[in-house]
């Protein structure tokens, strides 16, 4: 299993910045991709940003510029840098993992418990 624990989230005026940070822990072979989506109240989990091993990072077009990314491979650790940030970024961040328990066995989707954003305006 991968355990994911998140922190980082919080209240911060428009335009003000947060980085969100989360980390996996558990018993497995690897982890090849990790990132973060948003959830806001009668939607979908959306993607805001994604690290695979070795691909370039991907955005949603809503952050590209202002959000950046980054991935420990060795440490199984991400972070989620947010600058310039908006009333419309506010929502429920959830860290996700894509892990295999062993080796050679299928990849499974991992989520942490989510951390809340709120931008105020």
């Known amino acids: 299993q991968v355990q994911l624990a998140e922190s980082g989230g919080g209240l911060v005026q428009e335009g003000g910045s947060l980085t969100l940070s989360c980390a996996a822990s558990?018993?497995?072979?690897?982890?090849?991709?990790m990132g973060w989506y948003r959830q806001t109240p009668g939607s979908q989990r959306d993607l805001v940003a994604r690290s695979n091993n070795g691909i370039l990072p991907i955005y949603s077009d809503s952050v590209k510029g202002r959000f950046t990314i980054s991935k420990d491979n060795n440490a199984n650790t991400v972070s989620l840098e947010m600058n310039s940030l908006k009333p419309e970024d506010s929502g429920i961040y959830f860290c996700y993992a894509e892990g295999a328990i062993k080796y050679g066995e299928r990849w499974y989707d991992y989520w942490g418990q989510g951390t809340q954003v709120t931008v105020s305006s």
């Open positions: 558990g018993n497995f072979f690897r982890i090849r991709a």
